[in-house]
């Protein structure tokens, strides 16, 4: 049976990466795993995804530019009609770098920037000066027309900051700002866990970005927690700048957990393992001993997960089920079945206190 494929594929290139981030979903290190995918290899998984007919191609690491053949990867997936971004600490572009990119094809630049000051930044990333030389690659990435974004990592360390990290990626010119809910998975569970957010933390956060959307002149996106597209409908966001169609764009907007779902994502690792999110780390294949194509087809660990009538507990309950159906990922890191109810989910306990009321005043 045919199943629609992912819009989104990212691909891990490479563990190899010159900071060592508390966060690291991929646990990244300072020199390249030993059975990562070759050149030609990666070639045949750009065939792959050019026959597909994926909708984006995110190409990061570890840092994707440590890798000596990332531009032939780029051009050659370029030339096979893939929308290719880059995910970058940014501390290795700078204006030759960024107009290399360009010609190779690469569309977008998704850079890191994880504070609002260099102390908190660097802390963070676990080296000093990073944060001068992300803004340096920045800044090349703008001075070139290199489109960019800045992703941003949600934490209880920045709650304070979430003001100031926006109107720096306004500043800067950034086309997008996307907030990563930190979830404790790779290196965070050893590193961080005590950053996540609580979940009246994280209800006060996805309400402030919600409503800062209105007189933010670009598009605010939230990955890892699909209620925040609910609060998008349910305050009826209108932003100012742009039509309000464009919101529908955004991660999970009424279509829940992208993990491993038709028209959502997919994650290969750099040795060719074959993930449902970067989240959500649970084997599913290898395309070294079969397709992309197949794995997605195949799965029984995807076809499970794609029945949202197979949710558990208060997600399986939930009236959201559908268009929300909780962060997969963080269900599995803190309680081992990725069929649970998300931990982090503020909406499913007061969903079930408001059913117990109407259920007291029926009787």
């Known amino acids: 049976m045919q199943i629609r494929p992912p819009f989104m ?35 045949g998984l750009m065939d792959d995804l050019s026959r597909w007919g994926i909708g984006l191609l995110i190409i990061d690491g570890g840092e994707p530019l440590c890798r000596e053949d990332i531009l032939d990867v780029v051009k050659y997936a370029s030339s096979k009609g893939i929308r290719t971004t880059i995910g970058s600490n940014g501390t290795l572009i700078d204006e030759a770098m960024a107009r290399k990119m360009l010609d190779a094809g690469v569309m977008s630049v998704a850079i890191s920037v994880d504070g609002a000051d260099a102390q908190t930044h660097d802390s963070f990333r676990g080296m000093s000066g990073t944060f001068e030389q992300t803004l340096k690659g920045v800044e090349a990435c703008r001075n070139t027309g290199l489109p960019f974004q800045f992703n941003m990592v949600i934490r209880k360390e920045t709650l304070a900051q979430l003001e100031d990290m926006l109107r720096l990626a306004l500043d800067y010119g950034a086309n997008a700002a996307e907030f990563f809910d930190l979830v404790a998975a790779g290196r965070a569970k050893q590193e961080c866990k005590e950053q996540v957010l609580s979940h009246d933390e994280r209800k006060w956060v996805m309400e402030w970005l919600a409503q800062s959307q209105e007189d933010c002149p670009i598009v605010i996106r939230v990955p890892a927690c699909p209620m925040y597209p609910l609060l998008l409908q349910q305050k009826h966001i209108q932003p100012k700048h742009f039509p309000a169609e464009m919101l529908q764009r955004i991660p999970y907007y009424g279509r829940g957990c992208a993990a491993g779902m038709p028209m959502g994502y997919v994650m290969v690792l750099s040795n060719g393992e074959v993930n449902p999110c970067m989240l959500l780390q649970i084997r599913l294949g290898n395309i070294r001993e079969q397709s992309i194509i197949s794995i997605w087809e195949n799965s029984p660990t995807l076809t499970e997960l794609r029945q949202r009538e197979l949710l558990k507990g208060e997600c399986g309950d939930c009236p959201y089920r559908g268009i929300c159906s909780g962060c997969r990922g963080r269900a599995y890191e803190e309680t081992g079945d990725m069929m649970a109810t998300d931990p982090g989910c503020w909406l499913a306990p007061e969903v079930a206190k408001e059913r117990e009321k109407q259920l007291r005043s029926i009787g």
């Open 9 to 43: 594929v990212s691909y891990s290139i490479t563990t190899k990466c010159n900071l060592k981030c508390k966060h690291c979903y991929s646990s990244s290190v300072n020199q390249s795993a030993p059975d990562e995918l070759s050149t030609e290899e990666a070639f």
